[in-house]
């Protein structure tokens, strides 16, 4: 770190009892340029002084360092690969192997729009599928209240813009502008608090065991310093089953390219260990 970004990391240690080193120094900058902002500061000392004279200033500064957003079908290239290549191709492995389970592990959910995205393209298989199959999805998460939120599976109108309509009347119940995930598509998912750096678990406990085909590790790794990257990427391939797949975001691949892993199509964010 430079002098300034020292300087920033020290703001976020004697406010948050969140280990900051862990974080990207980039991340951290622009996380705190953008709290200068929309707090109407025009600098760093006048944004140091609002935070000793705001409680609920720090409080909002500590919370901007959760990593929670998420979306329905966020990348349509890899969910398109998804649902006419992968999932297929998993199917009919399993419907001749003697454990018929898809077991997939949906890290880091945030309020659960990737796990229900993932339960919506097995049940439209299912649908078009003669031979029966089952899959669990856990997801994980490492903030108790996105996995409060993705139980509940509330979400505004406007969360919904990538969901195909046939899909929404389907899945989701309406009231006003809040649209309800149906029972129906939960029943498959288990939600459950856990942190990726925590180093004395390779999965979820909900899980009981690795043995993951798919896990979903999207729009995490940039944030953090390539030490802590590199944890998560082992506990991600610890937990793959063998020929697993590990999908990231769009903006993750290249990190993934240079640590022993292969994409399985181009440009797809959809990848295997080499």
């Not at 200033?57 to 990593?67: C, N």
């Not at 097995?122 to 939120?149: G, P, S, W």
Request: with cysteine; aromatic share 12%.
């Amino acid at each position: 770190m430079n002098k300034a970004e020292e300087h920033i990391a020290d703001i976020y240690m004697q406010y948050s009892e969140v280990n900051v080193a862990r974080y990207d120094d980039t991340f951290l900058k622009n996380t705190l340029q953008k709290r200068i902002e929309e707090s109407g500061c025009g600098s760093v000392d006048e944004y140091l002084l609002l935070l000793t004279r705001n409680e609920l200033e720090s409080k909002i500064l500590v919370d901007s360092l959760q990593i929670s957003y998420s979306s329905f079908f966020r990348n349509p290239l890899t969910y398109n690969i998804l649902g006419k290549l992968i999932l297929p191709g998993l199917i009919d492995q399993k419907i001749n192997s003697k454990n018929n389970q898809i077991r997939i592990w949906s890290a880091a959910c945030a309020a659960g729009q990737e796990a229900y995205s993932i339960a919506m393209l097995f049940e439209e298989l299912r649908k078009c599928n003669v031979n029966n199959h089952c899959y669990q999805i856990f997801a994980t998460d490492r903030d108790e209240n996105q996995i409060n939120m993705a139980k509940k599976g509330h979400y505004h109108v406007s969360a919904l813009d990538n969901v195909g309509l046939k899909m929404v009347n389907k899945w989701f119940r309406r009231l006003g502008e809040i649209y309800t995930v149906k029972t129906e598509l939960k029943k498959h998912i288990e939600f459950s608090v856990f942190d990726l750096l925590d180093t004395t678990l390779s999965s979820p406990p909900s899980s009981i065991f690795g043995g993951f085909d798919i896990i979903f590790c999207a729009n995490v790794l940039f944030y953090y310093k390539a030490p802590f990257r590199k944890i998560i990427m082992n506990k991600m391939a610890g937990a793959m089953a063998r020929g697993g797949f590990l999908i990231t975001g769009e903006t993750e691949r290249e990190i993934l390219l240079s640590n022993n892993f292969r994409e399985v199509y181009p440009r797809s964010a959809i990848f295997c260990l080499k």
